[in-house]
């Protein structure tokens, strides 16, 4: 969820201060953009992986701060419930086999962290949204102890004055409120991090906006929550809801959401991602560390780069100071599992799409506004490889199509935008072969978790099937097979 902060409640004098230092330091980023060769560094990749602990019921364990403890390991944090963690992974130079490297790191740590768990009867598994979670699950006992969970709980639930409602209609439905944030635990994701050069910031948001449509409903794998069929990706409604601290009622307009697909195409630079949280986002945690700058490193921005982590885009502009400062663009919306070479598949898929609609970016924009973006990278979250998604026909206007019909035509050209990129062909080519199989298939996480329920419920409840059927993704998980190989029952 965040940086980490020192305070759980906040007067009118450290808003003040906050804000004017908020202004400060947008400024500052104002000035160091319209700096040349200012943030021009070799392009690099990183991760963050979310994971779910479990019993040997298939439940999930309150076991988070034992296994940091336990692990030592400067580079995993507590998530926000105490059955999650994460782990950053080192960033590595954007060329070779980038890939491959996030992949090995990511099996080193999840090898260590099952062993480390299992003198303890606890599994750990990368998986969107854990299928036998309940109701009961929830709520403060759960949340882990930390000052930004408290305080993001207290400062959200009383701007909206009342409890989150959570309302999710999709192959069935469920209505549900929450008086905390520990709804938006049950999200577990493969965050990856790219950087890029200011001045070619627009193009690459812009691209990746595009690409991650169809990159999330390749990658879906949270179809079940609270027992209930919902959307196949379940993450992109239940976390955009779970922390919605908008009161509607009485107003004539009203802020955005926190949680979103975002206001519309970049023109210029990421500065103005930057500017519209400023000017549309109250700020929530107004904490001002003491800092200063490290050697070699750019202004740190601490009050910019903490509000901005309470701004969920689904593609989030990132400065950081390391190397002199930089940007980076985060895909946040990308799921857990189910496995690793799963996940760094998408991850090439993104990025390498990203690249391959650049040379015709403009044109496409100006063909699929905004609107119909938005409109299609919804429909991919609730309907994953089922969805139909709005396109350009060959005469120039929107129609709908299948998405997987339409990927099918984009996808040859990915491997190739990835090499020229500076990715090896042996890796580009390896990682196309996997998202290949999974669309020729039409099978990923979410379409196997639903398939494989649909069988099991033949002889079962829904709640017997629903841990079976995550007892086999963690056996399948554990094969290191790519899930379009997982075999249905």
């Known amino acids: 969820m965040g940086q980490n902060i020192n305070k759980t409640s906040f007067s009118a004098s450290d808003h003040e201060q906050f804000a004017k230092q908020l202004k400060s330091e947008l400024d500052q980023l104002e000035g160091l953009l319209e700096t040349p060769g200012w943030g021009i560094g070799k392009c690099t990749l990183g991760a963050e992986l979310e994971l779910y602990l479990t ?35 080192p960033y590595t130079e954007f060329s070779g086999a980038p890939f491959t490297f996030l992949k090995q790191k990511m099996d080193e740590r999840l090898q260590s962290l099952q062993a480390i768990a299992q003198a303890d009867g606890i599994d750990v598994t990368p998986i969107g949204i854990l299928p036998t979670l309940k109701d009961g699950d929830f709520g403060l006992a759960s949340m882990t102890d930390s000052p930004r969970y408290h305080a993001l709980t207290d400062i959200l639930c009383e701007s909206r004055g009342g409890p989150f409602h959570i309302r999710i209609h999709g192959a069935e439905s469920l209505e549900v409120d929450a008086d905390d944030l520990t709804l938006e635990g049950a999200n577990t994701s493969f965050q990856v991090h790219y950087r890029v050069k200011p001045d070619e910031f627009a193009q690459w948001y812009n691209g990746i906006q595009i690409a991650t449509i169809f990159t999330l409903a390749m990658a879906a794998n949270s179809p079940v929550f609270l027992q209930k069929k919902l959307w196949h990706e379940t993450r992109v409604p239940l976390f955009k809801q779970s922390i919605d601290s908008r009161n509607l009622c009485g107003m004539n307009w009203h802020t955005p959401a926190r949680v979103s697909f975002g206001k519309g195409y970049v023109r210029k630079s990421a500065l103005e991602l930057f500017r519209q949280g400023v000017s549309l986002q109250p700020v929530l945690l107004p904490d001002l560390p003491e800092s200063k700058c490290k050697e070699g490193c750019g202004p740190r921005l601490d009050a910019l780069r903490l509000h901005q982590s309470t701004i969920w885009s689904w593609n989030r502009a990132v400065y950081d100071d390391a190397d002199g400062g930089h940007l980076r663009i985060e895909l946040r919306s990308l799921p857990a599992g189910p496995t690793t070479i799963d996940m760094v598949a998408n991850a090439a898929l993104c990025i390498g799409l990203a690249h391959a609609l650049q040379r015709d970016l403009d044109r496409l924009m100006d063909r699929l506004p905004f609107e119909f973006a938005k409109y ?51 890796e580009a080519d390896m990682l196309m072969v996997v998202i290949e199989h999974r669309l ?50």
């Open 376 to 426: 299609n990278f919804y429909r991919a979250a609730q309907y994953g490889v089922n969805a139909n998604i709005l396109w350009e026909s060959e005469n120039g206007t929107l129609q709908e199509y299948p998405l997987v019909d339409v990927l099918d035509k984009l996808l040859p050209r990915v491997a190739d935008s990835l090499v020229e990129l500076g990715i090896s062909r042996v």
């Open 440 to 489: 020729a298939k039409r099978q990923n996480g979410a379409s196997w978790q639903l398939s494989t329920l649909v069988e099991l419920e033949r002889k079962y409840g829904r709640e017997v099937a629903l841990n079976k059927m995550f007892a086999l993704y963690q056996k399948q998980y554990l094969s290191g097979v790519p899930v379009s190989h997982w075999p249905i029952l």
């Open 55 to 89: 019993d040997k019921h298939h439940r999930p364990a309150h076991y988070n701060l034992d296994i940091l403890d336990k692990a030592s390991d400067p580079l995993m944090t507590a998530e926000i419930n105490r059955f999650n963690v994460e782990y950053n992974c």
